[in-house]
């Protein structure tokens, strides 16, 4: 029962471009973090955004949240060829302290 | 050095066989997760610890049992490996003074055959 979905499924963007991935989720929550995958290995947390913020900056980074419409997005902007990777959404909801994740967005950099 | 580690890195086994994953990380953290994840989909939460003695099951938890045997160790068990166990699983970290964020371990394919 995965609450996160992410959209679109795989992304194909080239190099110096901009890249944007959606995440929608089901129930109230307390943050919603997004994670980086290199194929087959383990996740890096990349930035935390809290249900009582609307926007968040780290780096090439912006992450948005609207409560609202219980939904994120991750831009990336300039992407790099080493920016390929699957980009997951996590969401902690209420003062529950497990993570509930999505299927993720395959991205690929294109040189 | 690696802050969350997991052995085997690779197995191979077959139906039936008893399999250990273990983990082991030197964060510091007290809660310490098994997640599973199959091709397209995202991590399955098996079963987690908050800290020693506090163990909780996952969304997925059915045919695996866990040990914390410390802290800094967290422990997943096959029982009796069946092929639809095949995944890579991941053992995660974290802890609440840091937000919660979650530390990776590399990863373990296993395959059942």
């Known amino acids: 029962s995965q609450q996160g979905e992410e959209d679109p499924q795989a992304l194909s963007i080239q190099e110096g471009e901009n890249a944007t991935m959606n995440c929608s989720y089901k129930?109230?929550?307390?943050?919603l973090q997004w994670y980086r995958q290199n194929s087959g290995r383990g996740l890096v947390h990349l930035i935390l955004?809290?249900?009582n913020e609307r926007e968040k900056h780290s780096g090439r980074l912006r992450v948005t949240l609207d409560t609202s419409k219980k939904s994120s997005s991750l831009l990336i902007t300039a992407s790099r060829a080493a920016d390929t990777a699957s980009y997951f959404c996590?969401?902690?909801?209420?003062?529950?302290?497990?993570?509930?994740w999505g299927a993720g967005t395959k991205l690929i950099i294109k040189p | 050095d690696a802050d969350v580690t997991q052995t085997p890195r690779n197995r191979i086994t077959k139906t039936g066989k008893r399999i250990m994953l273990e983990c082991s990380q030197t964060?510091?953290?007290?809660?310490m997760y098994w997640y599973r994840q199959d091709p397209g989909l995202g991590l399955r939460l098996i079963y987690y610890?908050?800290?020693?003695?506090?163990?909780n099951k996952g969304e997925i938890s059915d045919g695996y049992s866990v040990s914390r045997q410390a802290q800094a160790k967290f422990s997943l068990s096959l029982e009796s490996a069946i092929p639809n166990q095949t995944a890579l699983y991941f053992c995660?970290?974290?802890?609440?003074?840091?937000?919660?964020?979650?530390?990776f371990g590399p990863g373990t394919r296993l395959t059942v055959l």
């Open positions: 964060k510091g953290h007290d809660r």
């Open positions: 996590a969401t902690r909801p209420g003062s529950n302290y497990q993570l509930i």
């Open positions: 955004i809290r249900s």
């Open positions: 129930t109230s929550i307390n943050n």
């Open positions: 610890s908050f800290d020693v003695k506090d163990i």
């Open positions: 995660a970290t974290s802890s609440e003074r840091e937000g919660n964020e979650q530390f």
